[in-house]
């Protein structure tokens, strides 16, 4: 079963930047597709972004399409999502979590704790 | 894009009582649909996929049910550990989507 370990959140200014990452440890990590989901305070579930398990295809919601990138390192077990023009609205706690699938159109069964980002002047 | 709307937003429930959970896809998505749990101050957990496969941890209480673009979650017999939040979410068509979802509490 994968373990998900969030870090790289913090308080940054509207207009700033912020890298998150994503340790994976207990699987098989270059099998299977990754995305980000984010929760802002006291609402739902937002789906971010997701990359294929090989890294080729990526996706984005449109509200962050753009200002977003996905990545990931299949050498150092780990994903990222590198966040530019940040808004106040990008204020939330980043969840990542593993696919199901090589592809990332599938159920999340696994979750990280998250990492929060808070986006204020 | 595909939307998700799930009803109702909230249920006040007792225990031992039967629940059922809505949701709705703007446009057919097969059977790709999942749904998940969310207690406060947790991450959530998958509960089921391809809108009616369970996961192995899930009690036989839940169930869940549809195709194409209407499905339901039903937990039979609620416990105390069920009240918590539950989302739908379309695994078919980036980009993925959430339901809102339904928040079930005590009576």
């Known amino acids: 079963e994968m373990q998900l370990l969030e870090s790289g959140g913090g308080l940054v200014r509207p207009g700033g930047s912020l890298r998150l990452s994503c340790a994976a440890f207990?699987?098989?990590?270059?099998?299977?597709?990754m995305t980000w989901v984010r929760q802002a305070p006291g609402k739902g579930l937002e789906w971010v972004s997701g990359i294929s398990a090989g890294g080729g295809s990526t996706n984005y919601a449109g509200s962050v399409k753009g200002r977003f990138t996905i990545s990931r390192d299949n050498s150092k077990n780990t994903l990222y999502l590198q966040m530019t023009s940040l808004r106040a609205e990008d204020t939330a706690l980043y969840y990542c979590?593993?696919?199901?699938?090589?592809?990332?159109?599938?159920?999340?069964?696994?979750w990280g704790q998250g990492t929060t980002v808070t986006v204020s002047s | 894009d595909i939307q998700m709307t799930q009803s109702p937003s909230s249920v006040s429930a007792s225990v031992g009582d039967r629940v059922t959970i809505t949701c709705r896809a703007s446009q057919d998505i097969s059977r790709w649909l999942a749904w998940y749990q969310q207690k406060p101050g947790e991450a959530p957990k998958l509960l089921i996929y391809?809108?009616?496969s369970m996961i192995s941890w899930v009690p036989s209480r839940f169930s869940g049910s549809g195709s194409g673009t209407f499905f339901t979650l039903t937990i039979n017999n609620l416990q105390p550990e069920d009240f918590a939040t539950y989302y739908c979410?379309?695994?078919?068509?980036?980009?993925?989507?959430f339901g809102g979802g339904t928040k079930v509490e005590i009576k």
């Open positions: 979590a593993k696919g199901g699938l090589p592809t990332a159109d599938s159920a999340l069964d696994a």
């Open positions: 207990g699987a098989t990590f270059s099998n299977y597709a």
């Open positions: 391809s809108a009616s």
């Open positions: 979410q379309q695994a078919t068509s980036f980009p993925l989507a």
